[in-house]
């Protein structure tokens, strides 16, 4: 896997975002939340996944693995119970990401015939839940959600 390309020279810079995730497919800025916050969140996902047995107390995964897809570790509850909680979902609401996906996001007006959006562009309004959730990916990544891209 090649180095994620760092898209925080970006910032300040709507059409590069948009040019970007679509030739991408994601959007990483390096240091866009806070990392203390960032270590608070992983802890209480790190308590959550080592009460369920997916981790050792040291926080190493735990063998064989408790999942070896998506469908299996969402069929544990201690994994959804970790993905559902209150620190891991503050994330995508923290202000630095929110203003990048505000940047991002093509307004309803813009929107072409039968409200077909530009390559590359998020709807306008509330953060879709599947976008809040992939913003939040470890490592500070905004992956498109419209295509499943990850």
């Not at 209150?86 to 995508?92: E, G, I, V």
């Amino acid at each position: 896997m090649d180095e994620l390309a760092d898209s925080t020279s970006l910032l300040n810079d709507q059409d590069g975002l948009r040019r970007q995730l679509a030739d991408d497919g994601y959007l990483f800025f390096r240091g866009l939340l806070p990392a203390a916050e960032v270590r608070t969140v992983g802890a209480a996902i790190l308590d959550r996944l080592r009460s369920g047995g997916w981790a050792d107390d040291r926080g190493i995964p735990t063998l064989p693995p408790r999942a070896v897809n998506s469908m299996d570790a969402l069929a544990d509850p201690a994994f959804r119970a970790a993905m559902s909680g209150a620190a891991f979902n503050r994330l995508p609401y923290l202000p630095p990401l929110r203003t990048v996906i505000r940047r991002i996001r093509v307004d309803a007006v813009s929107q072409g015939p039968a409200g077909q959006r530009p390559a590359g562009t998020v709807a306008a309004g509330p953060c879709p839940p599947r976008l809040a959730a992939l913003a939040a990916a470890p490592g500070g990544a905004l992956r498109r959600a419209a295509t499943g891209r990850t």
